[in-house]
């Protein structure tokens, strides 16, 4: 038998670390050829690692939410044959375990209670051994576990009583059924939750930022400190574009996608860069450098059940408005599977979210650093508006932009929102190349 060591494999160009998400298989497992073990992500996007060997795991290199160098040592197997481990290399430190609660033990002091009779409270001097009306005692230490057997803590549980609001009369301050209806016929919380059908919920829940949630944070932190915002907010009435978009997906040819609002903003916007193109650029405040894109890489802000991505539809000028539709249908649902690669999900120039269909009707976008301009789409509704001889109904929706004020003015900003406007009020003009 010989030892085989695993090591975080270079899982993207210029990655140095990743972040380790997720644990496959436990150490004693027996791992098949190919078979995957670990989870890690860089840059948003989740890589799995399969096992170049099959062998039985022995060792493992780090725990949940830790960062992980490429090439650092991530999982140590035993296999048949000798294996990549040369006698006399070090072996690595034990991997870490998560700790174990500890047992309910009895202090040395206390007698053995007969079988059955650990929860018989004492009488402490009460007349005919019944336990005193207990007060509400103060909340344990940090961490201290309330000793109780398990249908007292069921009892508990379902009256909505913190146990550690509960002074315990029994051996080692074991609190008993005699306890609880001692507590219930106290004047504490439970007494008050009997009264009003309400109680008291006192649980915290630690929910570690690691994988996805981290990188957003860390994406959020990054723009919060380094740009200086300024959003600019307009009405824009689509009534025009409504009912193009309806004629469209009405003759739409089988299999093209049903068109949203969002590819004729994507179009609006190739030609608005076109006429302001240091609007489509990245910001490197490091080297005060501005990389101007020629090519319009929109990236589309998608909710998914693991948190905010943001897939990048590229080369959204050389799309027209059925391919942009595929396109961002098809980017949207490997995102939300959980299928989209590093490529897909990075590269932007300048992006777009939508939160329209939650009901805002103004938002301040966060400019997904480091590009400089965000497009916000807010709800659709049908309001009056003066048409300057009688009010008329029409459809209206604000597009709520951000920029960075470190290099786009004010005036620049006002420009390019006010150019998406007429181009979405008609909307003929995004199909008419200049």
């Known amino acids: 038998m010989g030892e085989h060591v695993i090591k975080l494999p270079d899982v993207g160009e210029g990655v140095a670390e990743a972040e380790l998400v997720e644990w496959l298989a436990d150490i004693g497992a027996n791992v098949r050829e190919d078979e995957v073990i670990a989870s890690v992500m860089t840059d948003k996007a989740t890589v799995e690692i399969p096992s170049p060997v099959e062998g039985k795991i022995i060792w493992r290199g780090g725990e949940i939410g830790e960062v992980l160098a490429v090439g650092s040592p991530l999982v140590r197997l035993e296999v048949d044959g000798a294996g990549n481990v040369k006698p006399g290399d070090a072996a690595p430190a034990p991997a870490k375990t998560d700790p174990q609660p500890a047992k309910e033990e009895k202090p040395k002091s206390a007698k053995a209670e007969p079988a059955g009779k650990s929860d018989k409270p004492k009488t402490n001097g009460a007349a005919n051994g019944a336990a005193a009306p207990a007060p509400v005692g103060a909340p344990r230490k940090e961490g201290e576990k309330p000793l109780a057997s398990p249908a007292v803590r069921k009892r508990a549980a379902d009256a909505g009583v913190d146990l550690r609001r509960v002074p315990g009369t029994g051996p080692a301050g074991r609190i008993t059924h005699e306890d609880l209806d001692a507590f219930f016929a106290s004047d504490g919380e439970a007494a008050v939750a009997r009264g009003t059908g309400y109680v008291r919920n006192t649980s915290v829940k630690d929910i570690p930022v690691i994988g996805l949630r981290r990188k957003i944070a860390e994406k959020m932190e ?213």
């Open 222 to 434: 990054a723009a919060n400190n380094r740009i200086v915002p300024i959003t600019y907010v307009d009405e824009v009435d689509v009534t025009a574009l409504e009912d193009l978009r309806a004629e469209l997906n009405k003759s739409r040819k089988e299999g093209r996608p049903k068109l949203t609002i969002l590819p004729f903003l994507m179009r609006a916007m190739v030609k608005a860069v076109s006429e302001q193109p240091h609007l489509n650029a990245i910001y490197d405040d490091e080297a005060d450098v501005i990389h101007q894109h020629g090519g319009v890489h929109i990236g589309i802000a998608a909710q998914t059940p693991n948190g905010l991505m943001v897939p990048v539809v590229r080369h959204a000028e050389a799309r027209d408005i059925w391919d942009c539709a595929a396109e961002m249908a098809r980017l949207s649902e490997a995102a939300k599977d959980g299928k989209a690669s590093r490529d897909e999900l990075s590269g932007s120039t300048i992006t777009i979210t939508s939160l329209g269909a939650m009901g805002g009707i103004v938002t301040t976008p966060v400019i997904n650093h480091p590009e400089v301009a965000i497009v916000g789409v807010n709800k659709m509704q049908i309001l009056p508006r003066w048409n300057g001889t009688e009010f008329m109904p029409r459809k209206v929706m604000n597009l709520s932009s951000s920029f960075d004020h470190r290099v786009i003015d004010g005036w620049d900003a006002a420009v390019f929102v006010q150019r998406l406007k007429s181009l979405l009020e008609t909307p003929a003009m995004i199909f008419i190349e200049n």
